[in-house]
């Protein structure tokens, strides 16, 4: 597994960054099924206090591919988030970022991952537009249907 890993050890207060690059590989392993191909920059900038707090600015940026939600299709997404983290004092020599990071990535994306109009896969829109005229025709040809607006005449 890739890690995204600070080493908080044989360095004094201040301030340093590490650039790490969080790709196909490293999605995979959180076992993400979603996440097809991945190509995100991660930038960290840690301040270091002496031997106390320690402070984490991750800025993300780069893209993912997902599923389209509609066709299913790959659909090639844009991450951007600048979250960050601190850690309390303690004993650790490093701090592994890594699980921060995934979770980031994924709190950034859309709910629904749906290609601009126009764009999702054209034998996939057309049997979905074919599986909800069915949908409508059964329901109007339903026994149900006459009692449809039983209720809202009144």
């Known amino acids: 597994m890739k890690s995204i890993v600070i080493p908080l050890t044989d360095w004094a207060a201040g301030e340093r960054k590490f650039r790490y690059l969080a790709d196909t590989e490293f999605f995979q392993s959180f076992d993400n099924t979603e996440i097809q191909d991945a190509h995100v920059n991660v930038e960290i900038t840690v301040r270091k206090e002496g031997h106390g707090k320690v402070e984490a600015v991750l800025r ?21 988030a600048e979250p960050s983290e601190v850690l309390t004092p303690g004993e650790s020599p490093e701090w592994d970022l890594s699980q921060a990071v995934y979770d980031y990535v994924c709190l950034s994306l859309p709910i629904q991952r749906v290609h601009p109009e126009g764009e999702c896969n054209p ?20 026994p149900f249907a006459a009692l449809k607006g039983l209720f809202d005449s009144k």
């Open 60 to 80: 993300l940026g780069g893209t993912v591919t997902v599923p389209c939600t509609r066709c299913l299709e790959a659909l090639t997404l844009p991450v951007e």
């Open 123 to 142: 034998d996939t829109v057309r049997f979905l537009s074919q599986v909800e005229r069915s949908d409508e025709e059964a329901a109007a040809s339903s």
